[in-house]
């Protein structure tokens, strides 16, 4: 059973960074990409980006493409999700996610589809 764990959620003006974290167990990883999506009150999940674990190419969600980066360090099955130019509008419970390889588009719906989900971490941008 996959287990997520994410860490590195907060309070953040506008304007400035956080690093989300995601440490992933109890699989075999190359099996999966890992991605994150997001949920803020009222509003339905979102994707937000996706990596490839083996090759590591990436997705990126139109409204953070060139403010996120998502990365993978294989050797710790941890995922990143850094953060940077964050706005009042990215605020939202961030998920950290696995979904099979050979199904990872799905990640990049909206709503998301996933295999295993974490329980989420707060992000909050004041204004």
């Known amino acids: 059973q996959v287990q997520l764990a994410e860490s590195g959620g907060g309070l953040v003006q506008a304007g400035g960074s956080l690093r989300l974290s995601c440490a992933a167990s109890?699989?075999?990883?190359?099996?999966?990409?890992m991605g994150w999506f997001r949920q803020a009150p009222g509003k339905e999940r979102e994707f937000v980006a996706v990596?490839?674990?083996?090759?590591?190419?990436?997705s990126y969600e139109d409204s953070v493409k060139g403010r996120f980066t998502i990365s993978r360090d294989k050797a710790k099955n941890t995922v990143y999700l850094q953060m940077n130019s964050l706005k009042p509008e990215d605020t939202a419970v961030y998920y950290c996610?696995?979904?099979?390889?050979?199904?990872?588009?799905?990640?990049?719906?909206?709503?998301?589809?996933?295999?295993?989900r974490g329980q989420g971490t707060q992000v909050t941008v004041s204004s």
């Open positions: 109890g699989g075999t990883f190359s099996r999966y990409a």
């Open positions: 990596i490839r674990w083996n090759g590591g190419s990436t």
């Open positions: 996610a696995a979904v099979y390889d050979s199904r990872w588009s799905k990640l990049t719906l909206n709503p998301p589809g996933y295999d295993y």
